[in-house]
């Protein structure tokens, strides 16, 4: 007798299902992957064992009876971080923790978000934020970006052009600080323009610092949410880029009125407490050293990715080096479709994220790439660049064979 | 200037915001939290720090690497501890870990449910199962239960009727082995007649089997998977009950046909992975010898209730014995509103889950309770069960005083 079939069952609306998992590739330059030498393993042992020992039996209570905003030492420890690294003025009860930022995205989109609805987001942006607003039936109008990150030009013409047609956005989503992919830093300047946009049309604002403690100097400025006034701003962070990505561990701090929804939307019966016990041990004692050193090993792999585009690509490759974070936005000459682009390095070992991904306009991006750094090594990013420029140069002609060719190729 | 109002903002259909918390009751028969004595606390110690050691650089990658079905040793451990326990045939590869079986919930209903449907649920039952399918606009029909489980003759005759309205159900949800809250256990002969008639009727069978290592004696039926030869069944399973609640993993066996669509909806980035690394770690050595010594103290705690129930209640409270598991179901005199029960026990200090919330017969139920019963100490369990009694005599006139009641409590 045959299989069940499930296929009557199923609704209308269903994403495309999953490929068996066949493994990373060789040469991985996708997904927020960070450095293995980067897992702080021996302080991780201790912090493990510390926080097992005096609190270990609070395991056998849901969220180890601390509520459904998460343990209180880490949201304490939030707190105090968020005050002194990005001027944000809040408490422990204002922070709510979740199974990393992407479970942030998917309740606020729950709590503000209905099929039909129009938010603002940068152009060129995060794949998981633009494929949950298409699946949710929502517009996402893109703002073009610059140097500065989100224009507020382009901004300011978007808002007028939408209360014309008397829609009013749910949201600004931006990443301001490190942005994806770009990797471009707003000016508090242009945070104070935005900001006034945005009380201006009504409209409040989604912050996404996921990456702002990636800085290459270490400094930042202040979070949008700290320059707001009138609590309009939504501000979520995680510890995957900071600390390791596999521990499922982010945070929102929202105004109650918000955050109360988000908590009513929120039935898993609390993000996973052993991961919020080991960061808040770690992070209250390590947080500050681990995080330059994290830093230094990260810019060290993108000036090794750099010099490999420039040595392989030559002038095919223009990118502007970023402020911090994990990842590099290239732009190939137009000839080069890197969505095939993508298809065809895979076949060769080589993962990397086709612009049209990540971007609300696939024809401006549509000869761009993402590139992620911070998990391969760097002959690994070596190697991975000179076999990408290969299959690019075999597929789109370009890059030329040329005298900046690097010969540890052949 | 006013606080930014989000309230123009919000779509329809939101639930109700959440209260501020405000800790857990002194007397806490609800929630499935166990017992901090049962936690193994210098076991967990040794196999995190055996598992950082190990494989603590792997926490720089998403899900270890490990793909987005899981860890995969935890998936190894599960599919022998399957094999061994329920007499279920499956691989890792069948298996798909995901944040607590809640998102299992979440990710099933996710890919078979829309707003309409209709599905097969136990009468009295978890009550994040009935909310979730109300969220959604799916109709739950209640299957009345005896001591042996769902009463087949009244499913058949709920399925019939349905054929007649031309409506299919997209499963029939059961907890089979030490069902909540009424502590059955459905006996094989039973699960085979539920099988026969989900084939006839082409619905599948939802096995939610989270309680299932919790049975007094250690032993259980084989599971409904088990005994299904075509892939008619998605099981689903927790170490939330038998080993802590707080670290959040549960795990679905599904076919690929609804894995796959599962997969594709869980845009997560991964469950904890820190969490399936200590609990691969630790069950693998432990996991036999663990349970047998945490249900011993359960079964201590139950009779513990029962004894306190009889001394104070007397004939007042009916029950059965529950063959496992962490909670009693309890009738109260058809004049107690349990809900009134529960919100006036609550200001006394004692939290208790009234009936109606746990059915999907309202009236059934509403002198019934569900009492938890592993995370209180025994002192408690007779402390909490003597205030219960008194505020249910003060408002509902019963149970009568009486030669039973408890001299310690005055």
Redesign the interface.
């Known amino acids: ?12 609306g ?6 068996r ?1 066949n ?2 590739a060789k040469y991985s330059f996708v ?9 702080p ?1 021996e302080d ?2 201790a912090a ?2 510390a926080v ?2 005096r609190e ?10 601390h ?3 998460g343990y209180r030492p880490l949201r304490a420890f939030l707190a105090e971080k968020l005050r002194r690294d990005a001027a944000i003025s809040c408490s422990a009860d204002d922070i709510m923790m979740v ?2 930022s ?2 942030a995205l ?1 309740l606020i989109n729950q ?4 099929r039909g ?1 129009t938010v603002i987001v940068e152009r060129d942006n995060y794949q ?1 934020t633009l ?2 607003l298409a699946r949710l039936g929502v517009e996402a109008v893109g703002i073009p970006l610059d140097q500065h990150g989100m224009r507020m030009d382009a901004l300011a013409a978007a808002l007028a052009g939408l209360k014309a047609r008397s829609i ?1 956005p ?2 600004i989503y931006t990443i301001p600080t490190v942005q994806n992919p770009t990797g471009t830093v707003m000016p508090e300047s242009r945070r104070l323009e935005l900001l006034r946009l945005s009380e201006q049309h ?1 409209v ?1 604002i989604f912050e996404d610092d996921c990456y702002a403690d990636l800085t290459w100097d270490g400094q930042r400025p202040r979070a949008i949410h700290a320059l707001a ?4 701003v939504i501000h979520i962070g995680s510890f ?1 880029k900071s600390v ?6 982010g945070f929102v701090v929202a ?1 109650w ?2 955050m ?2 988000m ?3 929120k ?9 919020q016990m ?1 960061l808040a041990e770690y992070c209250t004692a390590h947080f500050d050293s681990h995080v330059p050193e994290l830093v230094r090993g990260l810019r060290a792999k993108l000036e090794t990715l750099m010099d490999a585009l420039n040595a392989e690509f030559g002038t095919a490759a223009e990118f502007a080096a970023p402020h911090g974070g994990i990842f590099l936005w290239v732009k190939l000459p137009d000839q080069v479709d890197a969505m095939r682009l993508a298809q065809a390095a895979l076949k060769a070992g080589v993962a990397i994220n086709p612009g049209p991904e990540w971007s609300t306009d696939p024809v401006h991006a549509g000869s761009r790439l993402r590139l992620c750094f ?2 391969p090594s760097h002959q690994e990013i070596r190697d991975g660049v000179a076999i990408l420029a290969e299959v690019c140069r075999q597929e789109f002609g370009v890059p030329i064979r040329s005298a900046n060719m690097d010969k540890t190729r052949l």
Chains 1, 2 share one sequence.
């Open positions: 007798m045959a299989l069940f079939d499930f296929s009557p069952l199923l609704p209308a269903l994403p495309a299902p999953a490929a998992w493994g990373l997904g927020g992957n960070n450095d293995p030498d980067g897992v393993v991780f042992r493990a064992d097992l020992v270990g039996r609070g395991l056998a209570t849901y969220g180890l009876g509520g459904p905003q199974s990393g992407l479970q998917d709590a503000l978000l209905a609805d998981g494929t949950r009013r749910k949201y009504g409040p006034e009138h609590g309009s995957s390791a990505p596999a521990l499922r561990v105004p009125q918000l109360s929804i908590l009513a939307l039935t898993d019966a609390g993000s996973g407490a052993l991961e080991l911070a998990s």
